[in-house]
T-cell receptor, first 115, second 112 residues
């Protein structure tokens, strides 16, 4: 079946612009995660949804970052007033179950470059 | 704090040689451990995971890893490297929360 998809794959924004990144999880997957991967680093957790409920947003770096999953399927990560330090690859992952150690399946990521 | 350490940001091996990528974790409780591989411009793909069953875990593409509690390690090995193994490898853990905590990654180069 289809995997996790993300769009756009590449995004260039001018400093101060707002951006929206989309994630389409594997159909039927309950859990959805967002991670940020800076150049040369491992991914870092941003936020976690179980269905439409955002259960953990402890990794969001500032109040400029906002994520939603209104119908428990597609999710959008929005970054307001982008800054150069927001440049990174944003990875989305989905998991079949609501909890536990079930595998997280990752999308290809969105590479955001803020000029 | 919970953390994962990957020793060696770059590892180079010859084709056919043993691959050994190191991962150590810090935790006061047994963790769940994962190895992911990332090819250029692609997402992360799960190689294998340890969830407190057998300590020797076999994964895809001939990789395996052994959980050693006494050494707090979960090193990744493959007996014979192939050119297609060239990629970046990430060790990760889940503790009490749902989120994966990743190491900084090891870039594996395979020389012909």
């Amino acid at each position: 079946g289809a995997g996790v998809s993300q769009s756009p794959r590449y995004k260039v924004a001018k400093r101060g612009q707002d951006v929206a990144l989309r994630c389409d999880p594997i159909s039927g997957h309950v859990s959805l995660f967002w991670y940020q991967q800076a150049l040369g680093q491992g991914p870092e957790f941003l936020t976690y949804f179980q269905n439409e409920a955002q259960l953990d947003k402890s990794g969001l770096p500032s109040d400029r970052f906002f994520a939603e999953r209104p119908e428990g399927s597609v999710s959008t990560l929005k970054i307001q007033r982008t800054q150069q330090e927001d440049s990174a690859v944003y990875l989305c992952a989905s998991r079949r179950q609501g909890g536990g150690t079930d595998t997280q399946y990752f999308g290809p990521g969105t590479r955001l470059t803020v000029l | 704090a919970q953390s994962v350490t990957q020793l060696g940001s770059h590892v180079s091996v010859s084709e056919g040689a043993l691959v050994l990528l190191r991962c150590n974790y810090s935790s006061s409780v047994p963790p769940y451990l994962f190895w992911y591989v990332q090819y250029p411009n692609q997402g992360l793909q799960l190689l294998l995971k340890y969830t407190s069953a057998a300590t020797l875990v076999k994964g895809i593409n001939g990789f395996e890893a052994e959980f050693k509690k006494s050494e707090t390690s979960f090193h990744l090995t493959k007996p014979s490297a192939h050119m297609s193994d060239a990629a970046e490898y990430f060790c990760a853990v889940i503790f009490a929360t749902n989120k994966l905590i990743f190491g900084t990654g090891t870039l594996l180069a395979v020389q012909p």
